[in-house]
């Protein structure tokens, strides 16, 4: 039975080198969930290969036609080209940084390879409001795209936020009135700022909360410890200390 071709819209979020001039790339698609495709010819060194590369990069947003079979581990691309282009992501070091973040968070909560549409729509979203931000909702966006990003999984954190219930239990995954048996839980400033983040409809909305840079970087620290409480092998990001150091 022949593969069958879809036309899809897909998000990069790993793409590792492949022979001479080839690449296989994880790409979170729109209409077949979590994918991987042999790509190739994108690293030849003519002028046409080395342009094509770079559309392979993580948090690139395509518009591709596939191959798609279900017996198949690795897919193949008919056509590809860019669905949106970045004016900031790709050059803009912090924006980048911000966008690897919400890249590597989106990689460790996709599992399996089943569509979902909605969860696609929040992430190009999310990744397009960043290209177009302004600076101080760049530098709030990752707490923003880490606390809407669990809605999709099943463990959403419930903001029931009050002056009574002004602890965050992070194990329940809500606001308590008294401290928890166990070590983790926030509270104060912190429990505060997470409510307003999660009140945010919209990514513009953050800009209008100031932090400094050390309370967003423990903050992204608590919310790492929170994903690891609700995800079975969520381990350690690796694009949280460069992004530490980044919006410093």
């Known amino acids: 039975m022949p593969d069958k071709l879809h036309k899809t819209k897909g998000i990069v979020l790993r793409t590792v080198r492949y022979g001479e001039t080839s690449v296989i790339a994880t790409i979170f698609t ?3 969930g ?3 495709y042999l790509v190739n010819g994108v690293r030849t060194s003519t002028k046409k290969g080395a342009g094509k590369a770079s559309l392979f990069q993580p948090s690139a947003i395509l518009d591709m036609v596939v191959y798609h079979s279900e017996l198949k581990q690795l897919q193949r691309i008919k056509e ?4 949106y282009l970045y004016q900031h992501i790709l050059s803009d070091v912090r924006k980048n940084a911000v966008a690897l973040f919400m890249v590597e968070l989106l990689t460790k909560c996709l599992k399996q390879p089943e569509e979902q549409p909605e969860l696609f ?9 960043l290209d177009e931000s302004s600076e101080m909702v760049a530098a709030n966006f990752p707490l923003y795209f880490a606390l809407h990003l669990p809605v999709f999984f099943g463990f959403r954190i419930n903001d029931n936020y009050s ?3 002004h602890i965050l239990d992070l194990q329940e995954g809500g606001f308590v009135p008294h401290p928890p048996p166990h070590p983790y839980f926030i509270e104060d400033k912190q429990a505060y700022v997470t409510s307003q983040v999660l009140k945010a409809q919209r990514p513009g909305e953050i800009g209008e909360i100031k932090l400094n840079h050390d309370f967003r970087r423990n903050l992204l620290f608590t919310y790492e410890k929170y994903y690891a409480l609700h995800l079975q092998d969520f381990g350690t990001m690796r694009t949280l200390p460069v992004l530490r150091e980044i919006l410093s």
């Open 121 to 129: 729509h929040f992430a190009e979203d999310a990744f397009i409001h």
């Open 34 to 36: 979590l994918q991987s």
């Open 163 to 165: 002056e009574k219930t």
């Open 80 to 83: 590809f080209r860019w669905g």
């Open 30 to 32: 729109e209409l077949l």
